[in-house]
């Protein structure tokens, strides 16, 4: 979450530095909202009984980036281009950061493919099994759930982001640096 939010500052200040924008408030608080925007499917899950250990699952309504950000784009992009470009950069990158660490993946082809990928790193319980190291997996989708269970941890939260794990570390660090970078831009 904290990446996320680093990244939709810096995506809003590119952005309106690409326009020739005056930098606004409303332009920087749009680039956070639309770095979430799709983890709203969280709350959807939540609602349907889900927890944070099945919360991989929440993935299955917004988090398809073939459809989400085209469509998130002309609909934007019908009122205002440069909002509809900032939609497409902070979910991009939202995409790119689920793919990279925490949960399971994005269906990236989805609906022509959908199998699960995740790049470089995935992280799992620290008391089980490892799972091998390699630079792009990919996942069958009825699989993932035994993929959950084999390999993750149910306390990710406060083992990855109160211990200070180095993914964790990243997410921070991006953030501090948007909020320095904004600092000097204004
Ligand atoms: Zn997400």
Known sequence: MFLDIGVGILASLFVAHLYGLGLSLAFILGGIFFSLLMDADFVIHFAKGGTYNTGYRHRNLLHYPLLYIPIGMVVIGFFNHSWAILFAICSFFHFVHDSIGVGWDVQWLYPFDNRHF?????????????????????????????????????????NMYFKLHPYALVEYAVFIVSLVVLYFYI
Do not use: N, V
């Open 118 to 158: 995740t790049l470089f790193y995935r992280y799992t319980s620290p008391i089980k099994e490892k799972l091998p190291r390699q630079f792009l997996y990919i996942w069958k989708h009825e699989d993932i759930d035994a993929l959950a269970k084999r390999y993750g941890d149910e306390h990710w939260i406060r």
